[in-house]
């Protein structure tokens, strides 16, 4: 889906010396397992999403084309950095760790980790935390702060390859709580079968979580992290990364400093 832009995408393009003629589709990758609402399968079967559809948007101000490339999570770098993809956009943080493997562009939008359990459970985090099982995606800036901070608390961290296996084993009884981003929490809450769970806090403003949200690039491709950052520029100035950041997330998470 293609949003009209304010800023007219042709200056943009012209003046990033981009055509969508002279270039081939970028290969958005992405998650192949759901991340709703920043990456899912509508019923139709297009991928949909916020991120989804702010990708659309930023080939649009750039004058190119973008075609979404789903692979796994764990492997999205290694693909990344072997050509399969041209770029990361699937709520991927700028970390330390991360910059020494591959680049980023400006970061587009941030929201802290969260912390979720049953309704009637009592929780002062990280006092309360002993004895406890907490569920974490594995390979995420959640997880990292959990193997830092967490460790000495007592509780018993549980690693997942994706977040749907979390919030299943939350639903099951199988955990007492999870670590996962916030909006996503949000609308996992707005499920029937999670009405008795709530958010019990967020986790504080820490190293593992970065700078923000940014597209993952390879560490060569200069240009492209420029033409980029032009066109995350152009969708936030002229209002389109807040409007999709409303309709899919229910509030405005874009980075707009």
Not at 139 to 160: C, F, H, K, P, Q
Not at 217 to 245: K, M, Y
């Amino acid at each position: 889906m293609k949003f009209p832009l304010m800023i007219a995408s042709a200056a943009v393009a012209m003046s990033l010396g981009l055509t969508a003629q002279a270039d081939a589709p970028l290969k958005v990758g992405i998650s192949g397992e759901p991340y709703p609402p920043f990456t899912y399968k509508a019923a139709s079967g297009d991928w949909t999403g916020f991120e989804v559809e702010l990708a659309h948007a930023i080939c649009d101000a750039m004058g190119r084309d973008c075609e979404i490339t789903p692979t796994g999570w764990s492997g999205i770098i290694p693909s990344l950095n072997a050509g399969r993809i041209d770029m990361i956009m699937n709520s991927m943080s700028i970390t330390e760790q991360r910059q020494r493997v591959i680049d980023f562009t400006r970061p587009y939008y941030f929201t802290p980790g969260a912390y979720v359990a049953a309704s009637d459970l009592t929780l002062d985090i990280p006092d309360d935390l002993d004895g406890l099982v907490m569920g974490v995606q594995s390979a995420t800036t959640n997880a990292a702060y959990a193997r830092r901070e967490l460790r000495d608390s007592g509780v018993d961290i549980r690693l997942y390859d994706q977040a749907e296996q979390v919030n299943n084993d939350l639903l099951a009884g199988r955990l007492d709580l999870i670590l996962a981003d916030e909006i996503a929490m949000l609308q996992f809450l707005d499920r029937d079968e999670a009405s008795d769970f709530e958010v019990k806090a967020t986790a504080p403003h820490h190293e593992a979580y970065g700078e923000g949200i940014g597209i993952g690039l390879r560490q060569e491709d200069d240009a492209l992290r420029e033409a980029l950052n032009a066109g995350i520029a152009a969708v936030i100035e002229d209002g389109t990364c807040g409007e999709l950041s409303e309709q899919y997330l229910g509030t405005d998470v874009c980075v707009y400093d």
